[in-house]
């Protein structure tokens, strides 16, 4: 009996050995792919801050066409505004008749 005991536990242990060999190789990988991934992560956002910040003046000149626009397009509107307002006054004005050429 002690000598079964003695094979199972001799196997038990082999057994415990290989599943922390396993476990502690698996932690590596898993510690390896975590870095590379957290490598890859920082390369791309090291690169969207670089496309930003190379967008930025062109963002900016963007957005001082449509300021012009804005001051062009408000401009033209209260020319447009005024004159449509000249017109109905003009056409609200009585406007002289005529006299008859006889009189």
Avoid: W, Y
């Amino acid at each position: 009996m002690t000598l079964v005991t003695l094979f199972l536990s001799g196997c038990d242990k082999k057994t415990t050995d290989d599943l922390k060999r396993q476990a502690g190789e698996a932690q590596k990988k898993i510690g390896v792919k975590a870095k590379e991934a957290k490598e890859v992560a920082d390369h791309q956002m090291e690169k969207a801050k670089q496309a930003a910040k190379e967008a930025q003046p062109k963002v900016e000149e963007m957005a001082g066409k449509a300021k012009e626009a804005t001051k062009d397009a408000i401009e033209k509107t209260k020319e447009a505004a005024d004159a449509a307002s000249e017109k109905i006054k003009e056409a609200m004005s009585p406007t002289p008749t005529p006299s008859p050429a006889g009189e």
